[in-house]
Nanobody
Framework: VQLQASGGGSVQLGESLRLSCTAS????????MAWFRQAPGKDRQFVAA????????YYGEGLRGRFTISKDIPKNTMYLQMSNLEPEDTAVYYC?????????????????WGQGTQVTVSS
């Protein structure tokens, strides 16, 4: 499984961005798909996760309502739609998938990771 994250950039307070994560190699049947982020000088943090079916979706504290995780199976891509962005959302965002653990917020349960994409929000 190879994951390619994209869509990051520099935006202003209150603007939106959509991150993409495209899978190659194995592209189906992931038990859990997730986004994490890491701000400078901080630990990597859980952002959102979903099951392959899409029926289970989880969000990090305070992110539900501003962030939405989704997927497009024909495109082998999952997304993170981010709205009303704040400077505190500035971080490198990583996508990750697992084959058995499901949509968990535990980083160690994800075996496959994308390279990260930078999001910078200015006030």
């Amino acid at each position: 499984v190879q994951l390619q994250a994209s869509g990051g950039g520099s935006v202003q307070l209150g603007e939106s961005l959509r991150l993409s994560c495209t899978a190659s190699g194995r592209t189906t049947g992931f038990a859990g798909m997730a986004w994490f982020r890491q701000a400078p000088g901080k630990d990597r943090q859980f952002v959102a996760a979903m099951s392959w079916s899409g029926l289970s979706r989880y969000y990090g504290e305070g992110l539900r309502g501003r962030f939405t995780i989704s997927k497009d199976i024909p495109k082998n891509t999952m997304y993170l739609q981010m709205s009303n962005l704040e400077p505190e959302d500035t971080a490198v965002y990583y996508c990750a998938v697992n084959l058995g653990a499901g949509p968990t917020w535990y980083q160690t349960e994800y075996a496959y990771w994308g390279q990260g994409t930078q999001v910078t929000v200015s006030s």
